[in-house]
Nanobody
């Protein structure tokens, strides 16, 4: 099992930036896929961005061009740089780890506790 801990959330004005971090420990694997999801009040959890061990990335259309996912394999840490934030980006952000290259939450076996991102308009 992989343990994930997120950090970096907070309150920011629209147009601002935040960087989230997700540190992994435990049974990490070289072929593990790491992703970010988010969940706003009253809405389902939605995919945000994904990165494979190779560095290949994939983004939801709603964040493409504004968010960047990256990983430091030596530190088992994944980052989500969020620029040009909008009010609709407000949500609890979760990092996840799994073995499948997928955007479906049920494909991921390990989850962090979540970190709140609030964007004021």
């Amino acid at each position: 099992q992989v343990q994930l801990v997120e950090s970096g959330g907070g309150l920011v004005q629209a147009g601002g930036s935040l960087r989230l971090s997700c540190a992994a420990s435990g049974r990490t694997s070289s072929n593990i896929v790491r992703s970010w999801f988010r969940q706003a009040p009253g809405k389902e959890r939605e995919f945000v961005a994904r990165i494979a061990w190779s560095g290949n990335t994939y983004y939801a259309d709603s964040v493409k061009g504004r968010f960047t996912i990256s990983r430091d394999n030596a530190k088992n840490t994944v980052y989500l740089q969020m620029n040009s934030l909008k009010h609709e980006d407000t949500a609890v952000y979760y990092c996840a780890a799994g073995m499948a290259v997928s955007i479906a939450p049920q494909s991921y076996t390990s989850w962090g506790q979540g970190t709140q991102v609030t964007v004021s308009s």
